[in-house]
């Protein structure tokens, strides 16, 4: 099985990326299954009940999710209905069991759950590791041939210490929620793991906000509002390879489309 995953979608630039390269990389790559992290696909933050249904009709298979889940009000009406979406487990605002979606696949049975990380994320309401146990005996009776991670959290270190604390039980642990992508994929003990996967978003910008603005706000103390870059978007994520008959992740490789 191949597994897709796509980094943090940042408003319109990153879904129209997505829009267009989605279908070929899909056949390039003979991917199975896309997931796609999509926290920031409504103008940069959150995501509406029709942006999720579009990526579905894109091709996107799961949505995972990160600190701002909640930013737009309206997903408490309708996240009843969104059946694919993922949302982290120690998210304070969490208030459904949304937090993992077991995956059967080519006779691979997998746990796709999102954590927080604990630096620099107020939303969090416990450390990743306190969540991850939480879930680890939450959905033990499902006995999953492993999890699928997607660790939105801001630190190098936070996502290292988790992957090795936790490499037994997730084989595959992948990094969201910086916007920038590293270069350490790697199969590590037997877990796909990378800091952070990137964004797929306006490749002219400060992680995905307007850079003129950026810089009234960041430097110039200017009080603005979060304005999302509108120019070309560049798309970065990774593919998984597993072993079906073994179910053992066998490869990690990195994807990033700049624009031309
Ligand atoms: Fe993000
Ligand atoms: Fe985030």
Not at 36 to 42: G, I, T
Not at 158 to 168: D, I
Request: glycine content about 8%; hydrophobic content about 35%.
């Amino acid at each position: 099985m191949r597994i897709l995953f796509l980094g943090d979608i940042v408003g319109k630039s990153g879904r129209d990326v997505v829009s267009s390269l989605l279908y070929v990389l899909k056949q390039d790559y003979q991917a199975d299954l896309v997931i796609a992290n999509a926290e920031n696909a409504a103008h940069g933050k959150g995501i509406t009940y029709k942006i999720y249904k579009q990526l579905m009709n894109e091709g996107i298979d799961y949505i995972t999710m990160g600190n701002h889940t909640f930013s737009k009000a309206e997903i408490y009406e309708h996240i009843e209905d969104m059946d694919r979406l993922v949302i982290p487990y120690n998210h304070s605002k969490r208030t459904t069991d949304n937090y993992y979606k077991l995956i059967t696949y080519k006779g691979i049975r997998f746990c796709l759950t999102n954590i927080l990380g604990s630096v620099l994320m107020p939303e969090a309401d416990s450390d990743p590791y306190t969540a991850f146990k939480a879930v680890l005996e939450r959905t033990e009776q499902l006995r999953p041939d492993f999890y699928f991670v997607d660790l939105h959290a801001e630190t190098t270190a936070e996502k290292r210490l988790f992957l090795e604390y936790f490499k037994e039980k997730a084989k595959v642990v992948v990094g969201t929620h910086t916007h920038v992508q590293t270069a350490d994929e790697a199969i590590i003990d037997g877990c796909a793991f990378i800091t952070d996967t990137g964004m797929c978003g306006a490749y002219e910008s400060i992680i995905g906000r307007e850079i003129e603005e950026s810089i009234r706000s960041g430097i110039k103390k200017e009080k603005t509002i979060y304005t999302i870059a509108s120019g070309e978007g560049m798309l970065c994520g990774v593919v998984i390879d597993i072993d079906d008959k073994e179910k053992a992740v066998t490869g990690i490789q990195r994807i990033q489309i700049r624009p031309e």
